[in-house]
C-alpha cells in the first residue's frame, strides 16, 4: 500500500468514526430527555461543553495542543463559535419547538450548504461523481428524516435549525486552513476551551439537574462531552486535514441513516422498509461523494487538492 493510500485510508476511518460518535449522540439526547431524571436543553450543552473542554487537559498538559498563530486567531474564532457554541445553541433552540422529521430535514442541509461553501471558497472541485452523490444522498434522507414522524412544519423554530445547518457548514470549511497547518487535536481544543465561558452560564442549572439526574441521563451526557465533542470532533478534524472540505462534508449525509441503525440496535425502533431503502440510497450517496473513482474521467472533477486557500 502506497503512502497516499494509506492516508486515504486513515481519512475514511477518521471521518467514518466522527459519524458513528455524531450518530450517537441522536440517541443519547433521546435517553435524556426521555428518562424521568434527565437534563433541560441548556443544561445539556453546558454539561457537554465543560465535559469536552475538560478532556482536551490531559493532552495539552502533555504538550500535544499547539498554540495558534496571531494571523490564525480570527479564523480560529469563527471555527470555535461556528462549529461547538453556535451550532449547539441554534440546534437546541430549534429542536425544542420541531417535530423530528422537521429538525433532521433542515440539518440535513449542512453537507450540501458545506460542499457548495468549500467549492466557492476553498475552489473544491465538485465532479459529476460528487454531484450524482449529494443528489442520491439528499433523496436517501428524506424518508429517512421523516420516518421519526410529525411530519414537515414550517414555524419559527426553522429559523434556528437553518441557522445551525449554516453554522455546521461554515464550521467545515472554516477549519479546514486550520486542520492543514496544525492539526485536528488541536483546533478541536481550542474550539471547546473558547466555548466555554459562553457555556458556562448554564453550568447552575446543569449541576442542579446532576443531583436529580437518572444513571443512564448521567451516562448519555458523559458520552456527549467526551464521544460526540471530544473524540469526534477531533477525529473529524484528522479526517478533514486528509482530503478535501467537500469530500468530507458528505460524510455527514451518513448521520441520520447510522443514528436510526443504532435505534434500531438499542432501542429496539425497528425502521420501515421505505427507511431501509432511502438509508441505503443515502450511504451509496455519500460513497460516491466521497470515494476516488477509477474512472479518469470522473477523477478529473474530483482531484484532491489542499483546499486550505492559502499557501501552507
Same mark, same amino acid.
Given at each position: 500500500?502506497?503512502?497516499?493510500?494509506?492516508?486515504?485510508?486513515?481519512?475514511?476511518? @477518521?471521518?467514518?468514526?466522527?459519524?458513528?460518535?455524531?450518530?450517537?449522540?441522536?440517541? !443519547?439526547?433521546?435517553? %435524556?430527555?426521555?428518562?424521568?431524571?434527565?437534563?433541560?436543553?441548556?443544561?445539556?450543552?453546558?454539561?457537554?461543553?465543560?465535559?469536552? @473542554?475538560?478532556?482536551?487537559?490531559?493532552?495539552? &498538559?502533555?504538550?500535544?495542543?499547539?498554540?495558534?498563530?496571531?494571523?490564525?486567531?480570527?479564523?480560529?474564532?469563527?471555527?470555535?463559535?461556528?462549529?461547538?457554541?453556535?451550532?449547539?445553541?441554534?440546534?437546541? &433552540?430549534?429542536?425544542?419547538?420541531?417535530?423530528?422529521?422537521?429538525?433532521?430535514?433542515?440539518?440535513?442541509?449542512? #453537507?450540501?450548504?458545506?460542499?457548495?461553501?468549500?467549492?466557492?471558497?476553498?475552489?473544491?472541485?465538485?465532479?459529476?461523481?460528487?454531484?450524482?452523490? %449529494?443528489?442520491?444522498?439528499? !433523496?436517501?434522507?428524506? #424518508?429517512?428524516?421523516?420516518?421519526?414522524?410529525?411530519?414537515?412544519?414550517?414555524? $419559527?423554530?426553522?429559523?434556528?435549525?437553518?441557522?445551525?445547518?449554516?453554522?455546521?457548514?461554515?464550521?467545515?470549511?472554516?477549519?479546514?486552513?486550520?486542520?492543514?497547518?496544525?492539526?485536528?487535536?488541536?483546533?478541536?481544543?481550542?474550539?471547546?476551551?473558547?466555548?466555554?465561558?459562553?457555556?458556562?452560564?448554564?453550568?447552575?442549572?446543569?449541576?442542579?439537574?446532576?443531583?436529580?439526574?437518572?444513571?443512564?441521563?448521567?451516562?448519555?451526557?458523559?458520552?456527549?462531552?467526551?464521544?460526540?465533542?471530544?473524540?469526534?470532533?477531533?477525529?473529524?478534524?484528522?479526517?478533514?486535514?486528509?482530503?478535501?472540505?467537500?469530500? !468530507?462534508?458528505?460524510?455527514?449525509?451518513?448521520?441520520?441513516? %447510522?443514528?436510526?441503525?443504532?435505534?434500531?440496535?438499542?432501542?429496539?425502533?425497528?425502521?420501515?422498509?421505505?427507511?431501509?431503502?432511502?438509508?441505503?440510497?443515502?450511504?451509496?450517496?455519500?460513497?460516491?461523494?466521497?470515494?476516488?473513482? $477509477?474512472?479518469?474521467? &470522473?477523477?478529473?472533477?474530483?482531484? %484532491?487538492?489542499?483546499?486550505?486557500?492559502?499557501?501552507?
Amino acid at each position: 500500500m502506497t503512502a497516499s493510500a494509506r492516508q486515504r485510508l486513515a481519512g475514511t476511518a @477518521a471521518l467514518a468514526t466522527a459519524t458513528v460518535l455524531w450518530a450517537g449522540s441522536f440517541i !443519547a439526547t433521546r435517553s %435524556i430527555s426521555t428518562s424521568s431524571g434527565g437534563f433541560g436543553p441548556f443544561s445539556v450543552l453546558a454539561g457537554r461543553t465543560a465535559i469536552a @473542554a475538560a478532556a482536551f487537559a490531559v493532552p495539552a &498538559l502533555a504538550g500535544r495542543v499547539q498554540r495558534p498563530k496571531r494571523r490564525d486567531l480570527p479564523l480560529v474564532l469563527v471555527t470555535s463559535i461556528s462549529g461547538s457554541l453556535g451550532y449547539l445553541v441554534m440546534f437546541h &433552540l430549534g429542536a425544542r419547538d420541531a417535530t423530528a422529521a422537521t429538525a433532521s430535514l433542515v440539518i440535513n442541509l449542512a #453537507p450540501v450548504l458545506g460542499m457548495v461553501a468549500a467549492a466557492v471558497a476553498l475552489h473544491d472541485r465538485l465532479g459529476r461523481r460528487k454531484l450524482l452523490g %449529494i443528489g442520491l444522498a439528499v !433523496a436517501g434522507t428524506v #424518508p429517512v428524516s421523516l420516518a421519526d414522524g410529525g411530519g414537515f412544519r414550517l414555524n $419559527a423554530a426553522v429559523a434556528w435549525l437553518v441557522g445551525a445547518a449554516i453554522a455546521a457548514a461554515t464550521y467545515v470549511v472554516a477549519s479546514k486552513p486550520l486542520v492543514d497547518r496544525y492539526d485536528g487535536l488541536s483546533v478541536t481544543a481550542w474550539g471547546w476551551w473558547i466555548s466555554l465561558p459562553f457555556g458556562a452560564a448554564f453550568l447552575p442549572g446543569a449541576v442542579r439537574d446532576a443531583t436529580n439526574a437518572s444513571a443512564s441521563s448521567l451516562g448519555a451526557l458523559v458520552y456527549l462531552g467526551l464521544g460526540s465533542s471530544a473524540l469526534a470532533y477531533t477525529a473529524w478534524g484528522a479526517g478533514l486535514r486528509r482530503t478535501t472540505a467537500s469530500a !468530507a462534508a458528505a460524510w455527514l449525509f451518513a448521520v441520520p441513516v %447510522i443514528a436510526t441503525l443504532g435505534a434500531w440496535a438499542l432501542l429496539g425502533e425497528r425502521p420501515g422498509a421505505t427507511t431501509a431503502l432511502g438509508g441505503t440510497v443515502a450511504l451509496i450517496g455519500v460513497w460516491l461523494a466521497t470515494g476516488r473513482p $477509477a474512472d479518469a474521467s &470522473l477523477a478529473s472533477g474530483d482531484a %484532491i487538492s489542499d483546499g486550505s486557500g492559502a499557501p501552507r
